[in-house]
C-alpha cells in the first residue's frame, strides 16, 4: 500500500538515485567512519582505564540521512516550543508554589518519593531559567502521526552528537547536498551560538564565566562533551577541578582559583554532590548544591529537573501542564496505542545493506535571550528489533535533514556577549594531563626505539651475544628495564641464569615485557591526551587513535620490530603536532616539560645502561652505537665526528651537546626555561644544579646514576608543588540514635 | 496534674557532643547539621549555641523543606579531628493525653484526598522514603500492623480510632521487637529488622511510620532528645545518652501526636524535638564528606538532657 510509505521516504526519492547505490553507500559508510576517528569520536573504543572497555561514540553513523520537509518540521518545532515552555512552568511550579501539588493533579506522595525530587530546592529562590536545554524523541506512527517518545530535562544529550555528525555528513554528502529539488538542507552550524547564548541567559552575571561540567572520559557521551566544550570555547571540567567557597563555585588552576557562573551540567544530578543524601559514590564536588541553592552558581540545566523524566510521573504530566498553561499538548504520548500502530520505517543502511528501518528522532530546543530556538536537525536513532524506542541499542545514529534554507538558524547578530578571557587560567588537572601526557609520549618513544633497535641488533646479528662471551645480552636486559623503569622480573632473573640458550641471555623475554610497558605507556598518552583534547590540534586525534589501535594490537601479543617502528613513527607525527600545532600557554608547558625531564630520565638512563665497564672493546662499542641509535642520535653523530664509535665523544654528544636537540643538556636546559616561565624558583634551581653536574659526566661516565636520581626528584617535584590533587571525598560516619 | 492546673512547663537543658577523629589529616571538610532543636507546638526553644571545634572557615544557618534547622560548615585547613557541641535550653510543655482519634479507615480516606496547603504539609508523610522503601516491605509491614494491632490479630476493626491504632502498634513493636544496638547498623534494610525482630529506636520509628503509611496513615520521623535518668530514679528510659528517635502520627484536627514504640510511650512526654522528616534520611544528626588521604575514622556521641528550675516564670503566653 503505498499511502502507508512515510513521508520521510517520500522526501528521501529525489535523492534516491545516489543514496540507493549500496556501494556510493559504502564508500560514504568508510568515510565517515574514518572523519569521525579523525575528529576524536572514535579512539576512546580502544582505552580501558581500569579494565573496562572506556565508552566511545555510542553508535556508527548511518550515512542515509532523515529526511523531513519543511512543513512537517514546522509543526514539529512548534511542538518542541510549547512542550518545553510548559515543562518550563512546571518544574518551576513543582519547586515553587506547588499549586499542581496543592490542586491535587499531581499527588505530592507521588512526587516526594521519587529519587530525583530534590526536596532541598523546594523554597529556595529557583533559577531564572530551569530548562536552558531540552531534547525529545519523537516517532513517526505507520498511520502518519507523530508521538512523543520521551522528554530530557536533566542533562540532555545529543545536540553535540547532532553538530558532529552533520559536519561529518556534510562533507561525506558533498554530492548530493544542496540538490534537492525542495530547495537546500537547512544549515545548524548557528546552533552552537544559540546555546552559547542560553548558557549565558540562565544567570543574571554579566560576561558570565561558564564550564562544561562532565563526568569524565569514563562517561559514555565524554566524546559529546569534548566536542561541545571546543566547539563553545568553554573549559571542561570535571569534579576535581572545581571547589566551593563561600558558597560560590571556584574552578581550580594553577596559581589560583577562578570564579564560575554558569555550569553546564553533562554530570546526572545524583554525582553532583557527595554531601547530599541522594548522591552516589560517583564523587561530585562536595557543597555544591548549597552553592546553588544560594544562588552563588547557577547550573544549566538546574539541577533537580530530572523529576521531569521520571517515569512513574509522568502520566501526570499533560494535566498538570493543561492546568498550568491552559492547553493541552499537541503531540500525544507514545502510548500503547502507538505501539501497536508501530513506527514508520525509514530507509536505512545496516550491515552493508539497503533496508528500512524504525527510527526515533531527537529533537533539540534550548532558551536563549530571544525565546526558544529548535535545531533544524537532531538525532536520528535506528531502532533494532525489539528495541523499546526510549532505549535503543548502539545500532546506528542518522542525521535529520530538514529541507528549506529559511528553517536554518541563522547566525545570530544579536548583543554582543562580554568577553572572559579565561585562556590564561588553566584547570590543574588539565595542566596535570598534559605532565602525564608529556611523560607517556616520551617514555613510549624511547620504549619503541628500544625494542626496534635492540630487536633489529639481535637479528642482524645472532651471534652477537656468543661473540661477546655473554656479555651484550645482560647489558641489553639492563637497558630494557632501565628504559622501561622497570624491573622486568622474569627476564632478569632468567637473563642472570642465563636458562634460556639461544635467547641472548634473556633478551627475548625482557623485551616481551618492554612491550608491556610500551603498551601501559601508550593507554597513559591516549587518555590523558583524550582528557585534554580541547586543547590539541583537531589532527591529534587521528594520531592517537592510530595509537590505540596499535595499542590494542600489542595488549595481545609481544611487539614486532614492524610494530615498534609504526608506534615510534606515530609518536613522532604526535611530536611534531605537539611542536608545531598546539598553543603554547601554560597547559602546554607543562606537558613540555613533562616531555623534557622524562627525555632527560631517558638518556641518563640509556647512559647509565650503556657505559663502558669491563667489556671488550667490541662489545663497548656495540653497546655505545645501541645507545646512539636509541637515542636517535647515531647518525648526528657520524654525521659530526666521522670515526668509529668512541664511547668518552659519544656520552658527551648524548650528556651535554648544546647543539644535539636529543641531549640531557638540551632537555634540562627547555626544563629550565619552563620552570622561568611558570615563575618557579625552585624549579629554575634544581634544573641550574642539574645542567652543573652534566659536564663532568663525558669525564667520568660513573656520575650519571647521581645525574639520573637528581632527574627523578626534579620530576617528583612538580608534581608535589603543581598537582598535589584533591582526593576523593570519604564520607563521614553516620551517626546513629540509641546507643548506636 | 489536676484539672484546672496550668499546664506545665519544663525547662530542658540538653548537652549534645559529637566528636570525630581521623588517623590522617584532613585538608577539607564538609558538613551539613541538624541538631539545632526546632520550634513546634509543644516546645519552645529558649537557647541554643552550636560550638565547633576546629573554628570553621564557613558556618550558614538555613532552614530546610521541613522547617528544621540546618547549619552547615566549611572547614578548609587541616584538621584531624572534628568536634560538634549543640548546647540548648528548651522549654516543653508536656502534651495532653490524647483521646481515641477519628476512624483510621476515615483518616486513610481523607489524608489521599488532601488538597491546597494541608496537601503540602500532609500527604508528603504517605509516601514510601528511602529508609522506608514501602514497594519492598509494604506487604510485610502491612500484615505486621494486623498482627500487632489487631483485637483479635489479625482484624482492625474499621470503626478504631487512630490514636488507639497507634497506641496498639507502639505496644506492640515495643513488646514483640528486642533493643539490641549491636543487631543493626545504619545499612540495614528494615526487611531485615521486621524479619528478625531487632534494632534500635531508629529502627523502630521506621516500623512504625512505615506501618502506620503502608495502611494509608501519614507518619512521620522524629529525632531529638530524651530525659536522662535523674541519679535517685528508677525511671532510666532506653536511648537516654544518645540522639534519640521516635514517630509521629496525623491525627485530623488534634495536629500530629508523637508516640516512642523503643519506650513504649504516647504521647512522648520526656522528649525534646530536634527535627522531623520523612524518615532518618531527611533528619540525620550529621551528614558530610572529608577530603584527604584514605583514613579511619572513629565517632563518638555523648548527650544529656536534664530539667532545670526555670529560672524565670514560663512567658504569659504558654
Not at chain 2, 504516647?266 to 524518615?279: E, F, K, N, Q, S
Request: aromatic residues 6%; hydrophobic residues 45%.
Amino acid at each position: 500500500m503505498n499511502d502507508r510509505r512515510s513521508e520521510l521516504t517520500a522526501a528521501t526519492l529525489p535523492f534516491a538515485g545516489l543514496l540507493s547505490d549500496v556501494t556510493v553507500l559504502r564508500r560514504m559508510r568508510a568515510e565517515a567512519d574514518r572523519m569521525l576517528a579523525a575528529r576524536g569520536a572514535a579512539h576512546l573504543v580502544a582505552v580501558p582505564a581500569d579494565g573496562q572497555p572506556a565508552p566511545g561514540r555510542p553508535w556508527s553513523i548511518d550515512p542515509i540521512p532523515v529526511v523531513i520537509d519543511g512543513a512537517t518540521f514546522d509543526g514539529l518545532a512548534a511542538a518542541v516550543v510549547e512542550r518545553m515552555r510548559g515543562l518550563e512552568r512546571l518544574v518551576a511550579d513543582l519547586y515553587g508554589a506547588r499549586t499542581v501539588v496543592q490542586s491535587g493533579v499531581v499527588p505530592a506522595e507521588q512526587l516526594v518519593r521519587s529519587t530525583a525530587y530534590r526536596l532541598s530546592h523546594v523554597g529556595t529562590t529557583g533559577p531564572p531559567r530551569w530548562l536552558a536545554t531540552y531534547a525529545v524523541d519523537v516517532a513517526r506512527l505507520r498511520d502518519g502521526t507523530w508521538r512523543v517518545v520521551q522528554d530530557c530535562t536533566d542533562a540532555p544529550s545529543g545536540l553535540g552528537f547532532a553538530l558532529l555528525d552533520r559536519s561529518v555528513m556534510v562533507r561525506v554528502a558533498s554530492d548530493v547536498f544542496g540538490r534537492s529539488p525542495f530547495g537546500p538542507v537547512a544549515s545548524i552550524t548557528g546552533f552552537g551560538s544559540e546555546l552559547r547564548r542560553a548558557l549565558a541567559t540562565v544567570t543574571n552575571a554579566p560576561g558570565p564565566r561558564i564550564v562544561v561540567f562532565t563526568q569524565g572520559p569514563r562517561h559514555p557521551a565524554y566524546v559529546e562533551h569534548s566536542y561541545l566544550a571546543r566547539h563553545l570555547g568553554f573549559h571542561l571540567v570535571e569534579a576535581e577541578d572545581l571547589v566551593v567557597r563561600r558558597q560560590r563555585l571556584w574552578l581550580r588552576t594553577i596559581g589560583e582559583l577562578e570564579p564560575i557562573d554558569v555550569a553546564y551540567r553533562r554530570v546526572d544530578d545524583a554525582a553532583c554532590d557527595p554531601v547530599e543524601l541522594f548522591s552516589n559514590d560517583r564523587g561530585g564536588v562536595p557543597g555544591l548544591l548549597g552553592a546553588v541553592a544560594d544562588g552563588g552558581v547557577m547550573m544549566a540545566n538546574g539541577h533537580g529537573t530530572g523529576v521531569l523524566e521520571d517515569p512513574a510521573l509522568v502520566p501526570y504530566w499533560p494535566k498538570a501542564i493543561a492546568a498550568l498553561v491552559g492547553e493541552t499538548p499537541r503531540l500525544a504520548p507514545f502510548d500503547d496505542a502507538a505501539r501497536a500502530i508501530g513506527i514508520d520505517a525509514t530507509p536505512s543502511f545496516l550491515d552493508g545493506e539497503l533496508t528500512e528501518a524504525p527510527v526515533v528522532i531527537r529533537l533539540h530546543g534550548v532558551a536563549g535571550p530571544s525565546g526558544i530556538r529548535v535545531m533544524a536537525g537532531g538525532n536520528g536513532r535506528v531502532l533494532g528489533i525489539g528495541d523499546d524506542p526510549d532505549q535503543p541499542t548502539a545500532l546506528a545514529a542518522k542525521d535529520v535533514w530538514v529541507l528549506g534554507a529559511q528553517r536554518s538558524s541563522p547566525v545570530v547578530l544579536g548583543p554582543a556577549m562580554a568577553q572572559v578571557d579565561l585562556s590564561r587560567s588553566v584547570p590543574t588537572r588539565a595542566a596535570d594531563a598534559f605532565f602525564e601526557a608529556g611523560r607517556a609520549v616520551e617514555r613510549a618513544g624511547v620504549v619503541a626505539r628500544t625494542i626496534a633497535t635492540v630487536g633489529v641488533r639481535r637479528e642482524q646479528d645472532p651471534a652477537l651475544d656468543v661473540d661477546t662471551g655473554g656479555q651484550w645480552g645482560p647489558r641489553m636486559v639492563e637497558l630494557l628495564r632501565t628504559v622501561c623503569d622497570e624491573p622486568l622480573l622474569v627476564a632478569t632473573e632468567e637473563a642472570l641464569a642465563g636458562m634460556e640458550a639461544g635467547d641472548h641471555g634473556g633478551v627475548g623475554a625482557a623485551m616481551q615485557g618492554a612491550s608491556r610497558v610500551l603498551a601501559e605507556q601508550l593507554r597513559t598518552l591516549v587518555a590523558s591526551a583524550t582528557s585534554i583534547g580541547e586543547y590539541l590540534p583537531g589532527t591529534a586525534a587521528r594520531v592517537l587513535a592510530r595509537l590505540a589501535g596499535l595499542r590494542a594490537q600489542l595488549a595481545a601479543r609481544t611487539v614486532g620490530l614492524d610494530m615498534a617502528d609504526d608506534i615510534a613513527a606515530d609518536l613522532a607525527a604526535f611530536d611534531g603536532l605537539w611542536a608545531e600545532s598546539t598553543v603554547r600557554g601554560d597547559a602546554w608547558r607543562f606537558g613540555d616539560l613533562g616531555r623534557r625531564l622524562e627525555r632527560a630520565r631517558a638518556v641518563a638512563g640509556l647512559v647509565d645502561a650503556c657505559r663502558p665497564r669491563s667489556e671488550t672493546a667490541l662489545t663497548q662499542a656495540v653497546n655505545i652505537e645501541v645507545m646512539l641509535a636509541v637515542n636517535e642520535s647515531l647518525n648526528a653523530y657520524r654525521r659530526r665526528y666521522r670515526t668509529d664509535i668512541e664511547p668518552r665523544l659519544a656520552i658527551g654528544f648524548v650528556v651535554d651537546h648544546d647543539d644535539n636537540p636529543r641531549s640531557l643538556v638540551s632537555a634540562i636546559g627547555r626544563a629550565r626555561h619552563h620552570a622561568a616561565t611558570l615563575g618557579w624558583p625552585d624549579g629554575v634551581a634544581t634544573a641550574e644544579q642539574i645542567l652543573a653536574a652534566l659536564p663532568a659526566v663525558s669525564r667520568d661516565p660513573d656520575l650519571i646514576t647521581g645525574v639520573r636520581d637528581d632527574v627523578v626528584r626534579f620530576l617528583e617535584l612538580v608534581d608535589r608543588t603543581w598537582f598535589a590533587t584533591p582526593v576523593n571525598p570519604i564520607r563521614m560516619r553516620p551517626v546513629r540514635g540509641s546507643r548506636g | 496534674m489536676t484539672k484546672g492546673d496550668p499546664t506545665p512547663v519544663i525547662r530542658y537543658s540538653v548537652r549534645h557532643r559529637t566528636t570525630y577523629q581521623y588517623s590522617a589529616q584532613m585538608s577539607d571538610g564538609y558538613t551539613l547539621t541538624r541538631l539545632i532543636p526546632r520550634t513546634t507546638d509543644h516546645q519552645r526553644v529558649a537557647r541554643c549555641e552550636l560550638h565547633v571545634d576546629p573554628e570553621p572557615d564557613e558556618r550558614r544557618s538555613q532552614v530546610d523543606a521541613f522547617g528544621n534547622h540546618v547549619v552547615q560548615l566549611g572547614l578548609h585547613h587541616s584538621h584531624a579531628h572534628l568536634e560538634l557541641a549543640a548546647h540548648s535550653d528548651v522549654d516543653v510543655t508536656v502534651p495532653a493525653e490524647p483521646g481515641p482519634g477519628p476512624r483510621w479507615r476515615h483518616v486513610a480516606a481523607q489524608a489521599a484526598s488532601l488538597t491546597g496547603a494541608a496537601a503540602l504539609d500532609v500527604r508528603p508523610f504517605l509516601a514510601a522514603s528511602t529508609y522506608v522503601n514501602l514497594d519492598a516491605v509494604g506487604d510485610g509491614l502491612r500484615r505486621l500492623v494486623y498482627e500487632l494491632a489487631g483485637r483479635p490479630a489479625p482484624t482492625i476493626d474499621d470503626d478504631v480510632g487512630v490514636v488507639d491504632l497507634t497506641r496498639r502498634l507502639c505496644a506492640g513493636i515495643h513488646s514483640s521487637f528486642d533493643y539490641d544496638p549491636s543487631a543493626t547498623d545504619i545499612s540495614t534494610p528494615l526487611a531485615t529488622v521486621i524479619a528478625e525482630r531487632h534494632g534500635v529506636c531508629q529502627d523502630f520509628a521506621h516500623v512504625a511510620i512505615g506501618g502506620l503509611r503502608a495502611i494509608g496513615i501519614p507518619a512521620r520521623y522524629v529525632s531529638g532528645y530524651l530525659e536522662t535518668a535523674r541519679p535517685d530514679g528508677p525511671d532510666a528510659l532506653v536511648g537516654a545518652d544518645a540522639s534519640h528517635a521516635w514517630a509521629s502520627v496525623w491525627v485530623p484536627g488534634g495536629g500530629w501526636v508523637d508516640f516512642d514504640p523503643t519506650n513504649d510511650l504516647l504521647p512522648t512526654v520526656r522528649h525534646v524535638t530536634v527535627a522531623w522528616g520523612r524518615d532518618y534520611g531527611d533528619v540525620a544528626p550529621v551528614r558530610g564528606v572529608v577530603i584527604g588521604p584514605p583514613t579511619a575514622q572513629t565517632l563518638s556521641v555523648a548527650v544529656e538532657s536534664r530539667r532545670v528550675t526555670a529560672d524565670r516564670p514560663p512567658p504569659g503566653d504558654w
